[in-house]
T-cell receptor, first 115, second 111 residues
Framework: KAGVTQTPRYLIKTRGQQVTLSCSPI?????VSWYQQTPGQGLQFLFE???????NKGNFPGRFSGRQFSNSRSEMNVSTLELGDSALYLC??????????????FGQGTRLTVV | GEDVEQSLFLSVREGDSSVINCTYT??????LYWYKQEPGAGLQLLTY?????DMKQDQRLTVLLNKKDKHLSLRIADTQTGDSAIYFC???????????FGPGTSLSVIP
């Protein structure tokens, strides 16, 4: 079965621009989480969507937003890009059966570089 | 809130055992995980343990949990060069809470 697909894999944007990243979860998975990974801060939780509703949110400014569609695909958007937004953005999907042992499957990430 | 700490680097010889340590601040963390990230790849769940367990073994992997000290460890027996990767410790309070990751431990296996 297909894994979590993130597009694009690589992206270069200029400061001040906005960007949209896409995540297609594994078929049947309704939970999608987004993380930002940087060498200095490690993996930081951005937000989680479940059945088109944001269920959890990390401590990121309002420039970071997301949404989930009825087919569980998710997008995240970053507006007014800053140099510090350069990072690997990872998406994870899970079945979410309400149990903590539900495995989260990660995509390969989108490498965003802001210049 | 939850904070998870790990040592950043570990180097072992091929065939030896590796022990990666993690401490977490929130004693109400119910679920604790170990993830592996290979270069250029996403994260892969290796194993998990519930807070009511002390130990879990899965082939070459052994997870030990000391709830009193809020200390979690991952032991990899007979470490191979293919085990070279970054290992993340992570925890969550309930199955509906966000997963908080540690900074990751970069494991280097020397042939």
């Amino acid at each position: 079965k297909a894994g979590v697909t993130q597009t694009p894999r690589y992206l270069i944007k200029t400061r001040g621009q906005q960007v949209t990243l896409s995540c297609s979860p594994i078929s049947g998975h309704r939970s999608v989480s987004w993380y930002q990974q940087t060498p200095g801060q490690g993996l930081q939780f951005l937000f989680e969507y479940f059945s088109e509703t944001q269920r959890n949110k990390g401590n990121f400014p309002g420039r970071f937003s997301g949404r989930q569609f009825s087919n569980s695909r998710s997008e995240m958007n970053v507006s007014t890009l800053e140099l510090g937004d350069s990072a690997l953005y990872l998406c994870a999907s899970s079945l979410d059966r309400g149990r903590g042992d539900t495995e989260a499957f990660f995509g390969q990430g989108t490498r965003l570089t802001v210049v | 809130g939850e904070d998870v700490e790990q040592s950043l680097f570990l180097s072992v010889r091929e065939g030896d055992s590796s022990v990666i340590n993690c401490t977490y601040t929130d004693s109400s963390s119910t679920y604790l995980y170990w993830y592996k990230q290979e270069p250029g790849a996403g994260l892969q769940l290796l194993t998990y343990i519930f807070s009511n367990m002390d130990m879990k073994q899965d082939q070459r992997l052994t997870v030990l949990l000391n709830k009193k000290d809020k200390h979690l460890s991952l032991r990899i027996a007979d470490t191979q060069t293919g085990d070279s990767a970054i290992y993340f410790c992570a925890g969550r309070k309930t199955s509906y809470d966000k997963v908080i990751f540690g900074p990751g431990t970069s494991l280097s296996v020397i042939p």
